[in-house]
């Protein structure tokens, strides 16, 4: 049985935004299975290579929908996306070249991952669930409001 996706995700990286935590702990799962397939193969496994460059791009796109919906400034942040996503692709196209070193590839990959959770992500989490209290608090307090003037 295969073990929850959930659990490549340490305790550290969890940002309480149910979404992005199980898109992390995905690309995780993801680039451990890359790493075993290129370890028990001993070469580069192109096809999971693209499925995980796949999942991460969607994953980037999933960021940037919900700081749009919470009308949060992403730029910055979105440029450090595309900036990773295209050394990750140069570095997918550069596999194909002789001596190229897939567990540089790897070692990269899970570095910016982790790096990147812990310096930007945790970030977007912090503000995603300000701006979300924020709004329920609002609610709240409208209807705490509403009643008072009723009532």
């Known amino acids: 049985m295969r073990r929850s996706f959930l659990s490549y995700l340490p305790s550290t990286l969890v940002i309480d935004i149910p979404e992005i935590d199980a898109q ?18 001993n070469a580069y496994q192109a ?13 980037c796109r999933t960021e ?3 700081a749009g919906e919470a009308g949060l400034d992403f730029r910055r942040h979105g440029e450090k996306h595309r900036v990773m996503l295209r050394g990750i692709r140069k570095m997918l196209d550069d596999m194909e ?4 070193d897939v567990f540089s590839l790897i070692r990269y990959v ?6 990147h959770i812990q310096e930007e992500d945790r970030n977007l989490g912090i503000n995603l669930k300000q701006l979300a209290f924020a709004e329920v608090g609002e609610q709240f307090a409208d209807e705490f409001l509403g009643q008072r003037t009723s009532g």
């Open 24 to 41: 992390h702990a995905h690309l995780f799962e993801q680039l451990d299975e890359f790493k075993t397939s290129c370890i028990d193969h």
């Open 47 to 59: 096809d999971e290579a693209e499925a995980l460059f796949a999942t991460l791009a969607a994953h």
């Open 64 to 66: 940037e929908r919900l």
């Open 97 to 100: 070249k002789p001596g190229a």
């Open 110 to 115: 899970d570095y910016w991952f982790e790096r």
